[in-house]
């Protein structure tokens, strides 16, 4: 019995291998952005926990002295009971690029730090390795992506080891002393409280400075922003990909009505039915997913390069541009496939189990839409918007950026039916003449049917306006800040102090000034960051691109009595004009606050004349160059030549503005690709519930044409409906965009970066957006319209006869 | 003899099978004079649909002429034979003839609107007369068997159409709706003086009309 | 290329501990390049006080059973491991001497232990011998000479600072210091010291406690001192009340019965050592300890001498659960002769 009625039951899809394909195709990829948006996010904080975790994260204070703990002081400590261990970190030129070297000593540093440090029993090969490992030539601790890249160079042998950022090499302590051509030991990382008895620090060694662990700890919150972004982008697109689903599940139950009448008139019970059916859609939800688990991978290892250069441009994190996964990933593509399938079947399988034996087994055409079930949406919609404002209004944090953000598209999605409901209504009242008021009527009457589908196209057009609107805006200001910020027509690195002198004493007849670009690294208000020196120039007090600033900003910062701080320390610590902040020695005045995009550090400047005195040893061989742009080519020209600097140590404005506009978009490409995909599942969610709607329209279209229309401009109707809720649509689309665009700009952009940024209106991205998904639909509709004109006469007959 | 308003001679028509081509009709030929009632009956199968669908202009034949109207119905093109549909037949088909996104009133008043000869007083006489009044604003759905056939009756005649094509109008309908239905359907045709072909298989409805023609076949008997 | 560069390696290459030498295949391997230790060689000292690096292990072992004022027991341990990963090597960073310290203070209610990883060549730690001085970290046994030394170990947990000092000599174990591990001949150079008074404090649970009693300590050296069928050992060390000392140890064997081996030292340093099988051990009762069943009361027998005593664990959870885990801890003798003394057991995995 159960094999007969299984076999019943699939043979539908036999007979509907369309319908199997927009299943498998719609779990497919629903499951394919998921997981692949997934994989990229635990590829990267899989390289932020090594970053952060493997060197020194449980470290209680880092131990720090100009040049380099001495290897003396280390000892000293050690032989006086504090816990602490050596990490000697530089940087060596190879001919793959820059290789991160952290020497490192494995006798003290604590259990489990070295990779690949768990699970070795020692048995066996336990000493020889080890004694490669400290002995020249040493050897290299390398990720397996990073040694491939290293193939062939003349470093030390290199082994290869899971948990090694990218980039990085770890080498024993004495090792990279010989690389870095170094006696220091670099820094200390104080690993837990000092024996019983232990001097204090201060008196063992007064000229460490002790600080927090910094840096990468700070990693995972800085990038949270931009994975939060891309898990609420891998979400949505999941949503978008059920709408399909659900559509053709539906589809499929409806039209096994009658075969489910009659197996259970044969004695298959409710319960038995419905195992089967549940195991059905198991198999296709399995088969679904590793399709979408296998696309997801595709889709991850193409972006995945994009993500790290981003990650890589916005906060200096390092992530393999590879993917190496878990088979933990793999399950969890398939656990959420066999998800969605559950959700999209629920209400399938629901009215399946309460078809009452003798229900009529006819396909139901439609339903008509219920005021009532309308009504239900709104409210939900209204409580959703609850949310939004309980969010917004409630709460900080990236967090409850990101609900506010997602409650409003959910409220959004609830409201397109309802509202498009009401204009259709407004639309029909204005109608003249049978057709159109025909047309109207029956467009209305599709929207619980296609409801699902322009509920996905709203969120894919409200997403593509709204992030695009943010990314444009961004950019905008970022170019207009790039032109402020980057005033001097040439920037020049000098290789010393020393020579930036001679550089100067040549430049200063040639040029029409020369700015003094001085920093350190510095502590503001108990954070780390840095200190820059301004010079007392109009370059500066022209252009600077202050976002609040008192009366006589620029005089008192030249005069040495106020500094300027950036927004996203501003923002951060709610201090502006008017506040303080304590630098070194000096509670500070703050006069002006600057927007200072693409850095996630605190800065502070200050004029050049104090900052000399405060920091005597700060480098002093960085400068911009004012002079006439016609000369900039030659005189850079001149400079190399004359000092023999590398290329990019004399960079004109132009490049430099290039280079950050370019770092700029790359930023956004992952986001661009996202977006595409996004609306390209939109639209075959439109597709598929066009073709859903397709077969039952039949009755609906039957006594139109009988009455004296033809196929053909039934067909013309049927794509101008398409086109015509697909342009409503996106007319709701733009205000969502936009409020959507606001809460990135001026909510989630503060959590995340501590900046806000002004909003601009690009409607010439919007007119495109409206032709693309007029496109989407118009093709979406074409495949069921162009059926339909070819419908024989006897087919739309049949709706008519006894047979039926 | 005045010119008949249909006539129909040595009409062929046959539907792909799965042993090639079946023969539904084979050479049927009959007139139908204007106010006139034509009953067409025969067993399931016999092609007394098809040929109501022929004439119609729901769908073509393969052999033979219909004229009704003075028009060549078979030298129709698409576009043609709606406008045909629209304008000088009207079908009152055995279920689903309504168009189920509007409402009762508008239904009836479809066709009319459509041929540009609605006359909203018929119309709502009409309504009256088939006991629709009070459910003009209903939809089809909402409706009865036996009341959906009343609003399609009443779109039908709301057009005033030269003939008026039934297939079945009752099948669907239990007998005393049936009869009900009937009555009224052949009371307002015989008001409007149109022509009415119907098929059917029940001799008691066959008998109402004033011809009778059996098919057998696909071929008069 | 599978990467083992891990800190358990380093750890495990630097054991040194044939005291714990169960399952390390450097232990059970052979010698390689290593020095091998030679019957009749004799020591010098103070030379031979300081390093042996021809040898791959050697340590500097030192346990003390106590009392605190109130008459509480308290034992110390404090032990220098060195390992050499290869004969000869560089200096600085590159050497390949590898240390390792122990330490701990066991009471009968407290056990606690530590343990500190270092390389030689930077200053971390090392042993020189004269004038004598053993360290790793802020762990230290220093003296003028070795008949005099401080000794000092600190974790944030407990610390310990004793003064041991002896008039006696070193006492020689096995024949003339070459002292036999197996029936097929691995041995090892081993003297001890059994003769120290101890005074000093110990800090435990913040609280100082002057404390007093006996130490003893174990110089040894070898470069592969087990044969590969021997799974652990049970060492023990005793101060009899009448003043003599015995050194026995059982080595078990997966191949049969256990290889053991003693030493009678009289009160004035003279020693006698016997063979296989004149002195005997055997386990009376276990208890459990870190999920293992661990022999917590002995029957030792040196028949030759009328020793027939029970030895007992002053704290049965005396358990070294460090990077290579062992159990050591001060101990109780009745029965035959009376004393104190401290147990060693390994391979109990």
């Known amino acids: 019995m159960t094999r007969a009625a299984l076999q019943a039951l699939l043979s539908h899809w036999v007979r509907a291998p369309f319908q199997l394909l927009t299943l498998l195709i719609g779990l497919a990829t629903a499951t394919a952005l998921w997981s692949g948006v997934q994989a990229i996010n635990a590829e990267a904080r899989k390289s932020y926990d090594q970053a952060a975790s493997g060197i020194g994260a449980g470290a209680e204070a880092v131990l720090t002295a100009e040049g380099g703990v001495a290897q003396a002081t280390f000892i000293r400590l050690r032989r006086a009971g504090w816990p602490v261990t050596p990490v000697l970190e530089g940087q060596i030129d190879t001919p793959a690029g820059p290789l991160r070297l952290l020497g490192l000593d494995a006798f003290t540093l604590p259990a ?23 002995t020249p030539p040493g050897q ?85 922003s931009f994975h939060l972004n891309l898990t609420a982008f891998g979400l949505l697109s999941f949503a978008v990909g059920l709408f399909i689903v659900r559509g053709a599940i539906g589809l499929a139950f409806e039209q096994r009505r009658q075969m489910f009448r009659t197996l259970r008139a044969l004695g298959l019970s409710c319960a038995r039915l419905l195992s089967l059916l549940t195991a059905e859609l198991l198999i296709l939800a399995l088969v679904a997913g590793a399709m979408g688990v296998a696309l997801g991978w595709l889709m991850a290892s193409l972006l995945i390069p994009d993500v790290a250069a981003t990650l890589r441009g916005l906060y200096g994190a390092r992530v393999p541009g590879a993917l190496t996964l878990s088979p933990s990933w793999w399950l969890s593509g398939l656990a959420i496939a066999v998800l969605g399938t559950a959700v999209a079947a629920a209400a399938s399988l629901w009215r399946t189990a309460a078809m009452p034996l003798l229900a009529p087994a006819q396909p139901r055409a439609w339903a008509r839409a219920s005021e009532s079930a309308l009504r239900l949406q709104g409210a939900a ?47 029909a009242r204005t109608a003249r003449g049978p057709r159109s008021e025909w047309f109207w009527a029956d467009t209305r009457q599709q929207l619980p049917g296609l409801g699902l589908a322009l509920m996905a196209l709203l969120l894919a057009l409200s997403t593509n306006i709204g992030v695009g609107t943010m990314v444009s805006s961004f950019r905008l200001t970022f170019a207009g800040w790039l032109d402020q910020r980057l005033a001097a027509e040439l920037y020049v690195r000098a290789d010393s102090d020393a020579q930036g002198d001679e550089i100067r004493a040549y430049l200063a007849p040639r040029t029409r000034a020369i700015l003094p670009i001085r920093s350190v690294e510095a502590d503001l208000a108990g954070v780390a960051g840095e200190i820059v020196g301004v010079a007392d120039h109009p370059t500066y007090s022209e252009n600077w691109p202050l976002v609040a600033a008192a009366p006589d900003v620029w ?136 073709l ?96 339909l004109s070819r419908t024989p006469p006897a087919e739309l007959l049949k709706v008519f006869a006894h047979e039926r | 003899m005045p010119t008949p308003l249909l006539s129909v001679s040595n009409l062929s028509k046959s539907f792909p099978g799965a042993d090639g081509p079946v023969p539904v009709l084979r050479g049927v030929g009959f007139e139908l004079g204007a106010g006139h009632t034509l009953a067409l009956t025969g067993e399931s199968g016999s092609g007394k649909s098809t040929l109501l669908h022929v004439v119609g202009g729901l769908d073509t034949p393969d052999e033979g002429r219909v004229v009704l109207d003075g028009t060549d119905v078979g030298a129709l093109d698409d576009a043609g034979r709606a406008r045909l549909r629209r304008e000088t037949v009207s079908v009152v088909f055995q279920q689903f003839n309504l168009i189920p996104s509007l409402d009762v009133g508008r239904n009836i008043a479809f066709q009319a609107r459509l041929a540009g000869r609605h006359d909203p ?101 | 290329m599978n990467a083992r560069i891990t800190r358990r390696t380093l750890l495990l290459s630097a054991l040194p501990g044939a ?156 024949e003339d210091g070459y002292s036999v591990k197996s029936a097929e001949g691995q041995a090892s150079n081993y003297y001890s010291q059994p003769f120290y008074a101890a005074d000093g404090t110990v800090t435990l649970d913040g609280e100082t406690s002057r404390v007093t009693g006996r130490a003893w300590l174990d110089r040894e050296w070898s470069s592969s001192p087990l044969a590969r069928t021997q799974t652990g050992w049970d060492w023990f060390s005793l101060h009899l009340d009448t003043g003599e000392k015995v050194m026995g140890f059982r080595l078990r064997d997966t191949g049969g019965a256990p290889y053991t081996s003693a030493t ?44 027939d005593a029970e030895v007992a664990a002053i704290n049965d959870a005396a358990w070294m659960d460090l990077g290579f885990p062992y159990w050591e801890g001060p101990v109780g003798i009745g029965g035959s002769h009376d004393g104190i003394g401290y147990l060693e057991m390994t391979g109990y995995d």
């Open chain 1, 112 to 134: 489990g730090e070295l990779p690949g440090d768990a699970g070795g029993t020692g048995t066996g090969e336990g000493a020889a390795p080890a004694l490669d490992f400290i």
């Open chain 1, 140 to 224: 290299l601790l390398v990720a397996p992506a990073t040694e491939e890249d290293l193939a062939g160079t003349d470093l030390p042998p290199r082994v290869a080891a899971q948990g090694v950022p990218p980039g990085t090499a770890y080498a024993d302590l004495g090792i990279a002393q010989r690389l870095l051509d170094r006696d220091d030991v670099g820094r200390l990382l104080v690993l837990g409280p000092p024996a019983i008895g232990a001097p204090p620090l201060a008196d063992l060694a007064p000229e460490l400075s002790s600080a927090a662990p910094d840096a990468q700890a700070d990693l995972g919150r800085l990038t949270d």
């Open chain 1, 381 to 427: 919609a209204l409580a959703c918007l609850a949310v939004a404002g309980i969010a917004w209004g409630g709460f900080d944090g990236l967090v409850a950026g990101f609900v506010l953000l997602g409650a409003l598209l959910v409220a959004a999605a609830l409201l397109l039916p309802v509202a498009l409901h009401l204009v259709l209504g407004g639309l």
């Open chain 1, 555 to 690: 005089p008192r910062v030249n005069a040495g009595r106020a500094v300027l701080v950036n927004e996203q320390f501003a923002r951060r610590t709610g201090r502006w004009p008017g506040d303080t902040v304590a630098l070194p020695g000096w509670d500070a005045p703050i006069a002006g606050v600057y927007s200072d995009y693409g850095n996630p550090r605190p800065q502070a400047m200050v004029g050049l004349d104090r900052f000399a005195i405060m920091f005597p040893d700060a480098p002093d061989r960085q400068f911009g160059l004012r002079l006439d742009p016609g000369d900039v080519a030659d005189l850079r020209a001149d400079i190399l030549d004359r000092f023999g600097l590398p290329p990019d140590q004399v960079t004109d404005q132009a490049s430099v503005k290039a280079l950050s506009l370019s770092v700029f978009d790359r930023t956004f490409t992952v986001t661009a690709a996202l977006n595409v995909l996004t609306l390209g599942v939109a639209g075959l969610a439109i597709l598929t519930s066009l």
């Open chain 1, 692 to 787: 859903t709607i397709a077969t039952m329209r039949q009755p609906q279209l039957a006594p139109v044409w009988a009455l004296g229309l033809t196929r053909t401009r039934l067909a013309r109707l049927e794509v101008l409906r398409a086109l015509m809720l697909a342009g409503l649509t996106f007319l709701a689309a733009i205000p969502v965009g936009l409020v959507l665009a606001w809460v990135l700009l001026a909510v989630i952009n503060v959590e995340a970066f501590g900046w806000r940024l002004p909003m601009h209106l690009f409607p010439l991205d919007w007119l495109r957006l409206l032709a693309l998904s007029a496109l989407a639909a118009a093709l979406a509709a074409a495949l069921p319209a162009r059926r």
């Open chain 2, 121 to 221: 007083d018929w119309a709502a006489r009409l309504a009256e007369r088939l006991g629709l009044t009070a459910h003009l604003a209903k939809y089809p759905e909402q409706l009865s068997g036996g009341q959906q056939q009343r609003v399609a009756i009443g779109r039908t005649l709301a057009a005033r159409p030269r003939l008026v094509l039934a297939d079945e109008p009752t099948g669907n309908l239990d007998e005393t709706t049936g009869a009900q239905v009937l009555e009224l359907m052949l009371g307002l045709v015989a008001e409007t003086g149109a022509a009415l072909l119907c098929v059917t298989h029940s001799a008691d409805l066959a008998s109402r009309m004033e011809r009778r023609l059996h098919l057998a076949g696909g071929r008069i008997a």
């Open chain 3, 19 to 174: 005291a714990m030498a169960q399952g390390f295949a450097g232990l059970g391997a052979g010698s390689g390049d290593f020095a091998v230790p030679q019957p009749g060689t004799g020591f010098a000292f103070p030379r031979d006080h300081g390093p042996h690096p021809d040898f791959r292990i050697e340590w500097w072992y030192v346990t003390a059973n106590l009392a605190m004022p109130d008459g509480t027991p308290c034992g110390l341990q404090w032990t220098l491991f060195r390992s050499a990963l290869a004969t000869g090597g560089g200096a600085g960073w590159a050497t390949p001497q590898a240390w390792l310290g122990h330490a701990a203070v066991t009471t009968p209610e407290r056990h606690m232990a530590a343990e500190r990883l270092a390389r030689g060549g930077i200053g971390q730690a090392g042993v020189t011998a004269a004038p004598f001085d053993a360290w790793i970290d802020d762990w230290r046994m220093s003296g003028p000479s070795l008949s005099a030394v401080r000794l000092q170990a600190a974790t944030p947990d407990f610390a310990y600072d004793l003064r041991l000092a002896t008039d006696r000599p070193f006492v020689p174990q096995g």
């Open chain 3, 264 to 307: 009678w030292i009289t009160p004035d340093g003279t020693p006698t050592p016997y063979g296989d099988g004149a002195f005997s051990a055997e386990p009376l009762e276990t208890a459990q300890v870190a999920g293992r069943d661990i022999p917590v009361r002995w029957r030792v027998r040196l028949s030759d001498r009328g020793l």
